[in-house]
């Protein structure tokens, strides 16, 4: 786990909750980790999409699977950011849509890297 | 123990997955609501179930009503996972039926612990449907033999009475009576009476087909009714019924014990529209003949106009 410790420093992701979130188990966590690879940039794209779309009802259903992917892996200021575009997506605040999505793209920007790394870490 | 998980995350559903299976769980898992209602809806399905409240075509409280629903069907103990923590949201969410809720993310030992509060009530649902079902059979079955008590066996009859009535079918009504049982009694004492009581009983189940009725009328008197008797066989039915019992001697304590049974038998098709008790009466007055004509022998009663009391091809005893 030496190279997963590392990146702590700079990391987005709470590693002590995460590994006690999988009970330490190295290959569940590399599992969880691909899940988020393979189906976070499509989760993101859609958001983006719904965003420019206006589709506030889309928006905040996909902002909540986010939320639940990031909560799930401890990306814990991610998640928040992913809960605060749900809100407003509910609230129908629709102008403040664009803004809070800038928020969330930059607390997720760099995180499938991050990820990568902790999965290195983590093969057994 | 089997569990339910839905949700539409499969990273949700994979954690749970495998939180639940070190945990000792039989794991199913679902990625929507409507798969969830039918996973549960299965004969031998799930009891506990873990349903995430947002999901695509039918959300958590969605399948808790759904479920509920069902009345008929054991309970399932239901916690709606959710991010949500408004107090409307819960109350929501409780009033749609489920048991129990968590928040997400949800912290393994928290989750396993209301799992653990959901088994035990279960359990306890398991043990008052068990102690109701005794409660209902002893309420329907004669204590000592297990057949239907004299008051389910006469509802039958007369629920079958206007079942073949209705169908233009015809129910072979047949009452027997020991031959001699008192003797039994007098001679080898109750317990023994009661050993032969018993096997006669079970005797006259493995004569009949599963979806006829056997009750025990009085002390030593059978009542069977024979659901969708073609009339052309009931006295061969009968006669089965007859050689059953006499086949070969009871064993008891007292030894090996040679019974006979005396058989009256009407059919309802030849009766018309009449009460349950007057046809009774009238297979008594058959079992009464058989009596007289030596025992051991099956009479049938027909009304007047159709010839009364026409003895079978061999009376007497094997």
């Known amino acids: 786990m030496n190279k997963a410790n590392r990146s702590t420093e700079s990391a987005s992701v709470n590693l002590s909750e995460l590994l006690a979130r999988v009970d330490h188990d190295r290959a569940l966590l590399c599992e969880l980790l691909s899940i988020f690879k393979r189906e976070f940039p499509d989760q993101l794209a859609s958001l983006q999409k719904a965003v420019a779309g206006n589709d506030a009802a889309q928006a905040a259903r996909i902002s909540h699977m986010l939320k639940g992917m990031l909560a799930n892996l401890a990306v814990t200021k991610a998640a928040d950011s992913a809960s605060r575009l749900e809100r407003l997506a509910r609230a129908g605040e629709i102008a403040s849509l664009g803004d809070a999505l800038a928020g969330f793209e930059k607390e997720v920007q760099g995180l499938l890297p991050e990820m990568e790394s902790y999965m290195a870490g983590a093969r057994p | ?318």
């Open chain 2, 1 to 318: 123990m089997k569990i339910l998980i839905a949700d539409d995350d499969a990273q949700s559903r994979r954690l749970l997955e495998q939180t639940l299976e070190r945990a000792g769980y039989e794991v199913t898992a679902v990625v929507d609501g409507r798969h969830a209602v039918e996973s549960l809806s299965q004969p031998d399905a799930p009891r506990l179930a873990l349903l995430d409240w947002m999901m695509p075509e039918l959300d958590g409280p969605g399948v808790c009503r759904a479920i509920r629903k069902h009345r008929e069907q054991s309970y399932v103990y239901m916690i709606l996972l959710t991010s949500k923590e408004s107090k409307e949201d819960i109350v929501e969410g409780l009033e749609s039926g489920a048991d129990d809720y968590l928040v997400k993310p949800f912290d393994a030992e928290e989750l396993k612990a209301r799992l653990r509060t959901g088994e035990r009530i279960l359990h306890l649902e398991n043990r008052l449907v068990e102690a109701r079902e005794h409660m209902r059979f002893k309420a329907t079955h004669d204590p000592l033999t297990s057949l239907w008590n004299r008051g389910v066996i006469m509802d039958l009859m007369g629920r079958e009475l206007v079942r073949s009535q209705r169908e233009h079918g015809c129910t072979a009504v047949i009452l027997g009576d020991l031959d001699h049982f008192k003797n039994v009694n007098d001679t080898h004492g109750h317990l023994v009476g009661d050993q032969v009581l018993r096997e006669v009983a079970r005797r006259l189940l493995l004569s009949v087909r599963s979806y006829d009725f056997v009750g025990r009328y009085g002390g030593e008197e059978f009542l069977t009714l024979l659901n969708n008797c073609p009339p052309a066989s009931a006295l061969v039915r009968a006669e089965e019924i007859r050689k059953a019992i006499c086949a070969r001697p009871i064993q008891t304590d007292a030894g090996p014990l040679g019974v006979t049974i005396s058989l009256g038998v009407l059919l309802s098709s030849d009766w018309g529209h009449r009460p349950a008790d007057e046809l009774l009466r009238e297979a008594d007055a058959a079992l009464y003949a058989a009596k007289t004509a030596g025992r051991n022998c099956v009479m049938q009663t027909k009304p007047e106009e159709l010839r009364q009391r026409v003895p079978t091809p061999q009376p007497a005893g094997e």
